[in-house]
């Protein structure tokens, strides 16, 4: 079985360290201590999300505390690459689901309220205007902070998955077989599901998929922001990581979305 770098991504994982057993679980453990709660949170959510879903997802349960160990079984499949009018249909599918998800019923399982992203948009606001901005082309200034004023002004009141691209979405054979990583879930903009399935994968895809849901054109707009948004995190990665390269990637990557939308 070929596995993908998320569904099983050994030393590789950001968050945590993961090893697949029997060639059929998963078992993930901590890299630092504040991921323990994340993934506590996720053995609660998860088991009560994942009968709500039309696609496979993690479902994780606590098989250790010390050592810190959840398991969960593997959602089998590759990252995305075969972007059809199906696939789409079967994203949008996925996000109505998930966004019908009643907030309050997930709060209580210990989703990230609103507070949260309105506090992470506060922190990458304030790091984008002092880190990235200098980084920017005049020309670029004024559209750049106008993008960094919607984006704090957007919605926080939808179960979102928060971290969806090609290497959360996996496909067997071609066709969506589940959807994976959910550290990332909390109360937010539903629009922010939105940013690669309509801005990054093909027209058919990404038309099939609106049509499905019912993307409305201010969630369409606001989806093209938080895929604006997108390199600016590369930024800041790429300093808090001490990578010159990846800092100079992402500057130019948000100076290449930009442009492209400002034509």
């Not at 696609?55 to 505390?65: N, R, T």
């Not at 971290?163 to 071609?174: F, K, Q, R, S, T």
């Not at 077989?177 to 939105?194: E, K, Q, V, W, Y």
Request: charged share 30%.
């Amino acid at each position: 079985m070929a596995l993908t770098p998320v569904n099983f991504d050994g030393d590789n994982g950001w968050d945590s360290s993961a090893t697949l057993v029997d060639d059929r679980w998963v078992e993930r453990r901590p890299r630092r201590p504040e991921v323990e709660a994340q993934l506590r949170r996720e053995t609660r959510l998860l088991p009560w999300l994942a009968p709500r879903l039309p696609l496979a997802v993690p479902v994780p349960e606590l098989i250790s505390e010390a050592p810190f160990v959840v398991r969960h079984a593997v959602v089998r499949g590759e990252p995305i690459d075969s972007y059809t009018a199906e696939n789409g249909k079967a994203l949008g599918r996925f996000l109505r689901a998930l966004h019908a998800t009643a907030p309050g019923e997930a709060m209580e399982l210990g989703l990230p309220a609103d507070t949260h992203p309105r506090r992470e948009r506060a922190w990458a606001d304030t790091r984008c205007r002092r880190e990235v901005l200098p980084l920017l082309p005049d020309s670029l200034v004024g559209p750049a902070t106008t993008l960094l004023d919607r984006i704090l002004a957007a919605p926080a009141d939808t179960v979102v998955h928060a971290d969806l691209g090609p290497e959360h979405v996996l496909a067997e054979a071609g066709r969506i077989s589940g959807i994976i990583d959910f550290g990332d879930a909390h109360l937010g903009d539903p629009a922010i599901d939105f940013a690669w399935a309509l801005f990054d994968t093909s027209p058919e895809f990404a038309d099939a998929a609106a049509e499905t849901y019912g993307v409305t054109p201010e969630l369409r707009a606001r989806a093209r922001d938080w895929h604006l948004l997108g390199p600016w995190y590369e930024v800041l990665r790429g300093y808090d990581t001490d990578d010159p390269a990846m800092r100079d990637d992402g500057r130019t990557g948000v100076i290449e979305r930009l442009r492209q939308f400002l034509r």
